[in-house]
């Protein structure tokens, strides 16, 4: 940083209460009052007069006495910049750099301390060090645009603030390769005197800029069109790290806590807002970790709903690129750990964009099946990480799961796993919660390893279990016939295939579905099929396979059903089975003498 000293004498002013004064044998005969602090000077002996014009009109406009006094509350910089433009006129030293040169030149402006009052002025020896100096380095350009925000008309109408973005932004559009001057970057693992200078070199130290003053920068940057997107979103998200909270390390009782200061928090949310408005609209311009980490952190600050829309439509756009980090953000709403409800919101933004993309003819299939698989296995391996969650709500587990179109499944095996432990982290739920937990698993798309540790699971509702159990045995039986076989394999799994004791109500309904299944096996209209062996396979396959439908839906149902009845610890009224399978049997033979 570049300094200019002016004057050669010794700071001589003291400080009494309120009132500064020079120690001088001469009497202080002028008495000027700014913001509480009174300075006792001297009219003409030391020149504080022939080199201000404003303090010249002041005096001319006084009548004459001893001592004059001037009130000059409204200057720029206040008692500050004020003094350091007296010990000027004192001669007293004074060192100048980007630190006080805004306030001490806008206060010399104020005072009329130009050409025309004075040669060599104040104002002209400012103005040769803001051009030589200030504005040809890089930081103190930067340090004297922030000093500025305290001073923000005078330095917008004296033209410091244009002046000094466009030397900074000048400095950004030079080739990497030619940049000569210090800069601040504090990337891991990097080394000023082992690598070459990096493309986002500038990006820290105008970090430390306003907001305001940091958008007029990345707005000029970007109508040069000189700089890619990526160079910009860096930028966006080194700011963003400079000044907003890192909302993964805010506990839940710190999100809500009264003592918290109101203006910080509104603050943040004019800078998150401000950010989210630069964004390129390239995508990839930012990454979706970026993005998903800025809606988290406005849902903490609460920013407007515009905003956080459109946070959810560009997370949306780049879903695919997510890894399971990036949404396993916290929540700052309830009293669950993670924020489910953001992830089903960008979640349905993306569906209703793949949705329309995937009816157009120019999109291939395939295209669509795997961008939307890429989804389905972010959002079950999400699903299993916050099943854990003791207090996450059954309906918004179950909304999301359902959310996924069935072609975002290749199986159900992943969807199974966070069913479970869902079910393991919530042991005291509902049977109805449990139902609705299991309604949306497809037991025919579990792989058998999945469907084998499903029948010994005792977390499942009941009616899934027999669900995959039946699946099983249409499976091993090559989907009908075999009827006692089948039944004995059935009645083995339902009982834990021996190994262990079989739950009450689950050893009730193996002992019932194996009778139901042998009655099934046993109907005339099962004969009937059997005998006519020959018959059948000359018959079309449609055929059949209605017949073994229909056979196996009135099983599933009657199974289910007295299952239920099963878990309640009723007993199961043979008579009344093997009454309604007469009845349908008999409806069975009526039909096929109709046809």
Known sequence: MKFMKLGTRPDTFYTEEATRSLASEIPSDLEIRINGVTYLLHKLQFALLPRCGLLQRLYSDTPESTTVTMELHDIPGGEEAFELCAKYCYGITISLSAHNFVPAFC????????????????????????????????????????????????????????????????????????????????????????????????????????????RCIITALKSTYLLPPQLIGEALHVYASR?????????????????????????????????????????????????????????????????????????????EEATLSDILFPSHLGQQVYDIDSVAAVLESFLVVWRRVSQEASVEESQVVASIRRIGKLIHSYLQVVAKDPDMPVSKFVSLAEALPDVARRNHDELYKAINNYLKEHPDLSKADRKRLCRTLDCQKLSPEVRAHAVKNERLPLRTVVQVLFFEQEIKGGGGGGGGSNSRMLSQELSFNGKQPAPPAMAAAAEDLSSKLQLKSSTPESSSIRSNKHERVKRPDSRKGKVEDERNILVRGEIEEEVEKGKEGSKLDRKKIMGSRSGSSTHGRDKGRDR
């Open 107 to 214: 206060a010399a402006k104020f005072l009329r301390m130009t050409e025309s009052v004075d040669q060599g002025s104040f104002v002209l020896k400012l103005e040769a060090f803001f051009n030589s100096c200030i504005l040809e380095g890089w930081k103190d350009s930067i340090t004297a645009l922030q000093t500025t925000v305290k001073l923000n008309e005078w330095s917008e109408n004296l033209g410091i603030i244009r002046r000094c973005i466009d030397s900074i932004v000048d400095k950004i559009l030079t080739p990497p390769a030619k940049v000569r001057w210090s800069y601040t970057y504090t990337r891991p693992g990097f080394n000023k005197h082992e690598h070459s200078v990096p493309k986002d070199w500038w990006t820290e130290d105008i970090s430390d800029l306003d907001i305001d003053l940091f």
């Open 243 to 319: 000044w907003l909270p890192d909302t993964t390390k805010i506990r839940p009782s710190e999100s809500s806590e009264p003592g918290e200061v109101v203006s910080d928090k509104e603050s943040q949310r004019r800078v998150l807002e401000t950010i989210v408005s630069m964004i390129p609209v390239d995508r990839g311009s930012v990454s979706i970790g970026f993005l998903l980490r800025l809606l988290n952190t406005a849902n903490y600050l609460a920013t407007s709903p515009a905003t956080k829309a459109e946070l959810i439509r560009r997370s949306s756009v780049q879903l």
